[in-house]
């Protein structure tokens, strides 16, 4: 371990860029620098190239064809291009839409958005794992619905939604379904065919590929069947999403999504081994820990819970020059807001401070966790006799 720097274990705010996704970008900042729109010359066309073999790699991951890929700026970008575009695709079908209360705010703002616009949307509750229940998203369709959006895992908690069964869902009642993957894509297994997924969002940062890059899966060959675009310009991605292309990170996502394919199966076995050493060893040694999120349905490397009568914020203040951690929820330097996520699972208002959000990731080793129960071991005991 380096010990001049603090263990990361924020892997869900962001991952390094690995070694070999840097490699495979650096020619295309220099010497492949080249427009992939200007494919009259050897510079453009080498872009060009190198844009539609990410397109493969990402495609591949997701069971989808290369077709259905769409480059973005990141998740944000795609989820706003799913939820804007669709609902203005279809508003002649309909007007209503289906969320949940635990999605990421890059969903839930732009469903705020929406209900300004004169949309509907219905935010449906989770269960105190934070599972949304796909009972419930079919009771909510109604035939103004066209469109249902549900994050494939939580970024805080790590809860695994059923997308089998709401891809089944919305199919049997013609609804499309966009799942916002940012932290599931890499990290778990997802098939767009046999999940029944129509649009899909995933983030190059999050799965050690670069920051400022992602992807929009949209099924079938014509996009605009589904979408309107929501930004114009030079006709890039099939009219969906205009703008140069950022050929150095679309080549990054393309490498990191290759590398995360070969490993993720190893890489979770690793992660799940240390989350649950993690945690067994939090609640023999730090009394009264819960956890957070789903016991089985959850990312492998997240790994989410509560120090009862410990101000979480304290926590990781005094544990910065060792661990860098998270509460996994947005706050401004001035006020600490309760996260919602855990208050959409019902953690009593005693809990809400008290969350910790461990982000495993690949280059974690096992004597950092150790280093890391060791050094909570250690503060949490110190912080409790502070009381
Ligand atoms: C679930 C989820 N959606 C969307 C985003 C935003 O992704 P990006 O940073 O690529 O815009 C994140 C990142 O924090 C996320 O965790």
């Not at 705010?13 to 220099?30: G, I, S």
């Not at 939820?83 to 890059?106: P, Q, R, S």
């Not at 699972?345 to 008290?354: D, K, N």
Request: with cysteine.
């Amino acid at each position: 371990m380096n010990n001049t720097r603090p263990v990361y274990m924020d892997h869900h705010a962001t991952t390094p860029v690995d070694p070999r996704v840097l490699e495979a970008m650096l020619p295309y900042f220099k010497d492949d620098f080249g427009n992939a729109s200007s494919i009259d010359h050897m510079y453009g066309a080498r872009a060009y190239e190198a844009v539609e073999k990410a397109r493969k790699q990402v495609a591949s991951i997701l069971n989808a064809k290369p077709n259905e890929i769409y480059f973005t700026s990141g998740a944000t970008e795609s989820d706003n291009i799913a939820l804007l575009g669709v609902t203005d695709k279809l508003a002649a079908k309909g007007n209503h839409i289906i969320t949940c209360v635990t999605e990421h705010k890059a969903v839930l703002d732009t469903a705020k958005h929406l209900e300004k616009m004169g949309k509907s949307v219905t935010y449906l509750p989770v269960d105190q794992y934070g599972m949304v229940n796909p009972a419930d998203i079919e009771a909510a369709i109604t035939d103004r619905t066209i469109l249902i959006s549900i994050m494939a895992a939580n970024n805080e908690i790590g809860t695994i939604a059923p997308l089998q069964e709401i891809g089944e869902i919305a199919k049997k009642h013609g609804v499309r379904f966009h799942t916002d993957a940012a932290q599931a894509v890499g990290h778990i297994p997802i098939d767009v065919k046999a999940m029944k997924i129509d649009l899909l969002s995933l983030s190059g940062h999050k799965i050690y590929g670069p920051k400022g890059i992602g992807a929009l899966y949209i099924t079938g060959l014509n996009p605009k069947k589904n979408i309107s675009p929501v930004m114009f310009g030079g006709g890039h991605e099939k009219g969906i999403r205009s703008g140069t292309y950022n050929v150095p990170g679309i080549v990054g996502l393309g490498k990191a999504i290759e590398i995360a394919q070969k490993e993720m199966k190893a890489e979770a076995e690793r992660y799940k081994k240390w989350t649950t050493m993690m945690l067994e060893a939090f609640q023999n040694e730090c009394g009264g820990v819960i956890l957070n999120g789903h016991p089985e349905q959850r990312l492998p490397h997240n790994l989410n819970v509560c120090f009862p009568g410990i101000e979480s914020k304290a926590l990781i203040h005094l544990l910065r020059d060792d661990v860098a951690i998270s509460t996994g929820s947005a706050c401004s330097t001035t006020s600490v807001e309760a996260s919602y996520v855990l208050q959409a699972i019902g953690r009593e208002e005693e809990y809400l401070h008290s969350a910790i959000r461990f982000g495993l990731g690949r280059f974690t080793t096992e004597e950092a966790i150790y280093h890391v129960i060791y050094k909570f071991r250690g503060f949490v005991q110190r912080l409790r006799n502070l009381e």
